[in-house]
């Protein structure tokens, strides 16, 4: 049974910071990739970032120069620093893991952040 524990949301005033992390759990099987995702009230989720396992790493592009993600291997933990942040960062985001041998993402409860203007 694979598990996310996801940690690190919380209230911030824009232009602060926060670092988010997740640690995987229960996996038979590396991981391909890891990501987060936020989901803002009536949108739908999106992507914010994600990083496979030999490195290579994707933004969308309204956090580009403003979040890092990074990974360790051999913990199975993944984290998104935020910098700068603004009000419209404001969502609940969710760690996510695609595991190839199963062909599953998996995905964590979530965490609140909140951005105050």
């Known amino acids: 049974q694979v598990q996310l524990v996801e940690s690190g949301g919380g209230l911030v005033q824009a232009g602060g910071s926060l670092r988010l992390s997740c640690a995987a759990s229960?996996?038979?099987?590396?991981?391909?990739?890891m990501g987060w995702y936020r989901q803002a009230p009536g949108k739908q989720r999106e992507l914010v970032a994600d990083?496979?396992?030999?490195?290579?790493?994707r933004y969308a592009d309204s956090v580009k120069g403003r979040f890092t993600i990074s990974r360790d291997n051999a913990k199975e933990t993944v984290s998104l620093q935020m910098n700068s942040l603004k009000p419209e960062d404001t969502a609940v985001y969710y760690c996510?893991?695609?595991?190839?041998?199963?062909?599953?993402?998996?995905w964590g409860r979530g965490t609140q952040v909140t951005v105050s203007s």
């Open positions: 229960g996996t038979r099987f590396g991981i391909n990739t």
């Open positions: 990083i496979t396992n030999i490195g290579n790493t």
């Open positions: 996510n893991v695609f595991i190839g041998a199963y062909a599953l993402n998996y």
